[in-house]
């Protein structure tokens, strides 16, 4: 068995000595809908430092804890603060909640963030993007490192990391509750600095439509699990160069808090339905 399977194996053992809870879905909360998991109906908390060998996050407005309930009778474990590999930690701890959420049994996975839009016409501060698919180019691999045999193959397919299913799930839903919806392609780069704005021309230029600092990791670790992965960004702000302004995380917290009612709404709403 590998180091990193070992320490997962860990992890689970610390979660299990508290709670047997079966997640179907997982969800992880980006910024502005951290008080989401406050609204569910709740069975249990642990926080991450109660957990042997699980790295803690250090952001100011991101909690660390799983949280474990229901959201319209669906069993859901809820990451009520993320891990950022701008943080520090080796990218194989970035992933290491998602796959342990995988290993408590989530089938799905729900990714939520804050993201800079990086086409003007397709998108204003405030709008929710579905994560159609995504660009790593700008992180280290996840899957990088010995394979872990026990949760995947050496050479997982990444044709379909959104599923197709799950996005159909998304639009009805975003219909059903009257919120628009835009759709694009989600580029994750390392932060903490956001990105220049010749930084933010080259993702367009790829494909990109969203940038920021998390998820396509999560998403690319939770594929080699086989875990089928859904995602919405919130377009918090213009990215770089393409709004006259400076960036800042206080615009970002500020529009994130500004659409957390539409956006819970709409969370709830697709997790009743997936
Ligand atoms: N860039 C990177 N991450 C982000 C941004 C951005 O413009 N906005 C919110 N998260």
Redesign the pocket.
């Known amino acids: 068995m590998s180091d990193l399977y070992q320490k997962l194996e860990t992890c689970l053992a610390s979660v299990r000595k508290r709670t047997d809870f079966k997640p179907e879905v997982a969800l992880i909360l980006g910024?502005g809908l951290g008080d989401y998991a406050d609204e569910i109906q709740i069975e249990t908390t642990i926080d991450y430092t109660e957990i042997e060998g699980f790295p803690t996050s250090t952001v100011a407005g991101h909690k660390g804890r799983f949280v474990f309930g229901y959201v319209k009778n669906v069993p859901v474990v809820i990451m009520q603060g993320r891990v950022h590999y701008y943080e520090g930690y080796p990218m194989t701890d970035v992933v290491l909640p998602t796959r342990l959420m995988g290993m408590m049994g989530a089938k799905k996975l729900f990714l939520t963030?804050?993201?800079?839009?990086v086409k003007p016409r397709n998108f204003k501060p405030g709008d929710f993007m579905m994560i159609t698919d995504h660009i790593t180019t700008g992180i280290p691999s996840p899957l990088i490192g010995p394979n872990i045999e026990e949760l995947g193959s050496r050479f997982p397919d990444m044709s379909e990391v959104y599923s197709r299913r799950l996005r159909e799930v998304i639009r009805a839903s975003a219909e059903k509750c009257g919120i628009g919806l835009q759709e694009g392609v989600y580029v994750q780069?390392t932060?903490p600095a956001?990105?220049t704005p010749a930084e933010?021309r080259m993702a367009a230029i790829w494909g990109g439509d969203a940038?920021?600092?998390s998820t396509a990791c999560e998403a690319m670790a939770a594929r080699h699990m086989g875990i089928e992965v859904c995602g919405i960004s919130c377009?918090?702000?213009?990215?770089?160069g393409i709004s006259k302004q400076e960036?800042n995380h206080k615009e970002?917290q500020e529009t994130a808090d500004r659409v957390a009612k539409s956006f819970k709404k709409l969370v709830t709403e697709i997790i009743a339905g997936m």
């Open positions: 910024s963030n804050a993201a800079g839009g780069f932060g956001y990105e933010v940038v920021g600092m377009i918090t702000n213009m990215a770089a960036l970002v």
